[in-house]
Structure formats: C-alpha cells, structure tokens
C-alpha cells in the first residue's frame, strides 16, 4: 500500500486532479481509496455524485436557487463523514464512512467542525486517526490511499498527513500564480524541517496552469529551490469546467479528451516515482 498526500493552495484544483487520479489508478486495476481532508467535504464530490444536489442544478435552477441549495448543503452538513459521526458519539463502522464511487474508488471525507464552532485542524487528526481505529486499511486492502489536504496552511493536523506512518510521499500542486507559488514554498518547507525523521518525501510539483506569464519557469524554479522536480503540467482547460457542471471526473465525463489524456500521463509519472518502491 503506497500512500500520498495531495496540498496546494485552496481552489488550485486538487480536489479534481486527485478525483482525477484516483479514477485513472482504478482503471488500471488498483484498488484506490481518497480521503478528503477538508472541513467542506467536497474531495470526493466529482465521485460519489450526489443525485439530489447535482440533480437540481441540471433541472435549471436560477442562480439564487443554485446559491439556496449551496447554503442549505453548508447548513445541513455531510452527515457520512467521518467527524460528523465522531460528534453524534455513537459507534460507527467502516461501513458507515467508506462510499463507492465512480470506477469504484473508494471515498471518504475527514470532514470537521461546524463553521466558526472548532478547529478543522484537530478534525484532520482525528479523522486520520480514525481511519485507522477502524481497520479501513485491513478491510479494504487499498493498493494505494490518496489524501487530499487543504494547503493554504501547514500546522497542526494539516501538516498530520506528512508525518511517518500515514503519507509516504507528497505532492503540491501550484500555478504561477504569486500566492499560489507562496503557498506551495510553505508546504515545501515544512517538508524539510520533517526530513530525518521518516516524514513524508516530498514527490515534486504539479503545475496547474493558470496561463500567467511565465508560468512553467517559475514552477521549475520553485521545484529547484526545493530540491525536487516539476512532476507533470495540466492545462487550463474548459473541459473540466464542463466535467464540473455534470457533477463528474473529466475521465467519467470526457474519457476520450485531452484533458483525461493529461491526467493518464501524470498518473503514469506519479506511479513511477511512487508505486515502484511498493514493486508496483
């Protein structure tokens, strides 16, 4: 079982490039379970289609509807997340958090606390612990676990993913974009400051363009400074804003585009620099 974190700055992409990967692992034969860890539980969203939702954005709704159905999801919560069963204080199984979603990657959500009323940090870490609790590793049997971690900060249980025993590797995906680079150099460095002590390795970048000038340069230049490399480059693309509007991964919605073909390749570099260890 390898195991990769995924950070980056928030609204950079990674909840669709993990969703992304994870269908493209599966497709390959692997069994592959993705964990959100990110108090909006939406990681997994683009998986596990949620009919009513989704459902009622397609049956053209105004955009005031569409704004009422986005507050009455944040109201009401994801009630199979991980932490919102640890708050009901009730046992709860495997079962009642792990989701089958499309190509059947396995999904689940660490969740956190109600908005303004406790720290998603400590979520993150408790939920991750839970995982383990659980025996979700040893009833799976997952051939690789991809987190998908909320990157803007890096303390506490954010940073819970990098340390020895949980990722084996993590990946950060950043634009060009200044803030986007300053946050993926945070994550980077809090990376080294856990080398020597069996953290997590840092994989490389991914660059998700957002086509400002000079874009791949400064990416390589950051990776330079990290000691690591530019892992793979996804373009801006419409069709996955289009995949988005369907509620789908680009490779469930447009399997024959360009766009899932560069989500294949990054897929197949990850793999490589990954999984070979694992002698996959």
Do not use: W
Request: proline residues 4%; glycine residues 12%.
């Amino acid at each position: 079982m390898v195991k990769i974190a995924f950070y980056g700055k928030g609204g950079i992409g990674k909840s669709t490039t993990v969703s992304n990967l994870a269908v493209v692992f599966a497709q390959k034969g692997l069994r592959v379970l993705q964990v959100g860890c990110d108090p909006k539980a939406d990681s997994t969203r683009l998986l596990c289609r949620e009919n009513s939702f989704f459902q009622n954005m397609e049956d053209g709704s105004s955009s005031a509807g569409e704004v009422q159905l986005i507050m009455k999801r944040v109201r009401s919560g994801s009630p199979q997340t991980i932490m919102d069963y640890v708050r009901a204080r009730k046992p709860f199984g495997p079962e009642q958090v792990i989701r089958t979603g499309f190509s059947g990657v396995l999904c689940a959500e660490a969740g956190g606390p109600l908005p303004g009323q406790g720290c998603a940090g400590r979520a993150v870490i408790t939920a991750i612990e839970k995982v383990e609790e659980l025996g979700i590793y040893e009833k799976y049997r997952p051939d690789i676990v991809l987190f998908d971690v909320l990157g803007d900060v890096v303390c506490g249980g954010f940073a819970m993913p990098m340390r020895a025993g949980y990722a084996d590797y993590v990946y950060i995906l950043t634009s060009g974009e200044t803030m986007s680079l300053y946050a993926a150099a945070n994550i980077g460095l809090a990376l080294e400051h856990f080398q020597g002590r069996g953290y997590a390795r840092l994989g490389g970048l991914i660059l998700n363009r957002r086509d400002v000038p000079d874009e791949e340069n400064k990416v390589r230049a950051l990776a330079a400074e990290l000691g690591t490399e530019l892992t793979g480059c996804l373009s801006r693309s419409a069709t996955v804003l289009e995949a988005e509007e369907r509620g789908q991964s680009v490779l469930q919605a447009f399997p024959d585009s360009e766009m899932a073909e560069e989500y294949r390749m990054l897929a197949e570099v990850i793999a490589g620099q990954a999984m070979a260890p694992a002698g996959k």
